[in-house]
């Protein structure tokens, strides 16, 4: 069975600060780990995914997220928000245990993600 | 023109009444998926279909139903509006010939029962 969590329901930030959006999972295989972002109106959109190599994984908008394969989470960074980066953000799992998988992803609940000016 | 086109946007309805969602997409994919979004329950998938021919439910398929008219459109219906239904629901798809990728979403229909 897999599982996201995302423990916090909003995070603040001010703008130009670093910000950290966290997610842990739970997989009976390895995983596969996704981030996505919604605005406000607008349906989610991809933003980076972890599938295997480097920890560290670049996507858009100058968002990374680092897999920790010790503690299951994958925490999305970015070094400086800005104010348009207010949004709200899932995280989201696949397992893929050693007899396969069906290729669908468990969503988190998402975090608001705020930015003050 | 979007990759996945979700009609309408926005739909008042009565309880009891019959609704169809449509969706439509321009990608190829092959996979498409219905999903619903509640506040703080994020999304919750309700029917996936990998193939014309292929319809699965999902967690929370109750009170829904799906067609897969074309491998380009998927049509989500509530046979009987009652409102727990009201909620952001999204189309989606993915491609089978690279699974990894993630998905691809619609913009959402805004659907309420009064």
């Known amino acids: 069975a897999q599982s996201v969590a995302q423990p916090e329901d909003q995070v603040n930030v001010a703008e130009g600060n670093p910000l950290t959006v966290k997610c842990t999972y739970s997989?009976?295989?390895?995983?596969?780990l996704f981030w996505y972002v919604q605005y406000p109106n607008r349906g989610l959109q991809f933003l980076l995914k972890?599938?295997?190599?480097?920890?560290l994984v670049k996507g858009s908008y100058g968002f990374e997220a680092e897999f920790n394969k010790s503690q299951t989470s994958f925490h999305l960074k970015k070094p400086s928000a800005l104010v348009s980066d207010s949004a709200l953000y899932f995280c989201?799992?696949?397992?893929?245990?050693?007899?396969?998988?069906?290729?669908?992803?468990?969503f988190g609940r998402g975090t608001s993600l705020i930015v003050h000016p | 023109d979007a990759d996945v086109t979700q009609t309408p946007r926005n739909r008042i309805t009565k309880t009891g009444k019959r609704i169809m969602l449509e969706c439509s997409q321009t990608?190829?994919?092959?996979?498409m998926y219905w999903y619903r979004q509640d506040p703080g329950l994020g999304l919750r998938l309700i029917y996936y279909?990998?193939?014309?021919?292929?319809?699965n439910k999902g967690e929370i398929s109750d009170g829904y139903s799906v067609s897969r008219q074309a491998q380009a459109k998927f049509s989500l219906s509530l046979e009987s509006a009652i409102p727990n239904q009201t909620a952001l629901y999204f189309c989606?798809?993915?491609?089978?010939?690279?699974?990894?990728?993630?998905?691809?979403f619609g913009s959402g229909t805004r659907l309420t029962v009064v």
């Open positions: 989606a798809t993915s491609d089978s010939v690279d699974p990894n990728y993630g998905y691809t």
């Open positions: 997989v009976s295989g390895n995983p596969y």
């Open positions: 972890y599938i295997t190599g480097d920890n």
């Open positions: 989201a799992v696949r397992d893929m245990p050693p007899s396969g998988g069906s290729y669908i992803p468990t």
């Open positions: 990608k190829g994919h092959d996979r």
């Open positions: 279909s990998f193939d014309v021919k292929d319809i």
